[in-house]
């Protein structure tokens, strides 16, 4: 098969032209709309990193959490409070 650089050339310049359509914004271009209508990715993804932060954080702390209990229990320090336990029993959904 023989593809015409002319012809690709020619079709690519016809397809700008059509009315009604507009080509791909390039990557980081900003993208205006006369609608009204506007997206905000920016703001978005800093949400979700921040979240993500707060989620590594919140593991982190968890996992320290459970590795001085674990402490406690091997060295046979752990003592369970029987009234903390008993009100958390009643109160599970």
């Known amino acids: 098969m023989r593809i015409d650089a002319q012809a690709v050339s020619r079709s690519a310049t016809a397809e ?3 009315p009604g359509v507009t080509a ?3 990557e ?3 993208v205006t709309d006369t609608s ?3 997206v905000q990715l920016s703001r ?3 949400q979700l990193k921040l979240a993500e932060a707060a ?3 919140a593991d ?3 996992a320290q959490h459970v590795a001085a209990l674990k402490a406690q229990v091997q060295a046979g320090a752990y003592q369970v409070d029987n ?3 008993a009100e958390a029993l009643i109160n599970y959904p």
């Open 16 to 18: 700008r032209a059509r």
């Open 24 to 26: 791909a914004p390039a």
């Open 28 to 30: 980081h271009a900003p």
């Open 36 to 38: 009204g209508d506007a």
């Open 44 to 46: 978005r993804t800093d």
């Open 55 to 57: 989620a590594a954080e």
């Open 60 to 62: 982190e702390a968890r």
């Open 83 to 85: 009234a903390k336990l």
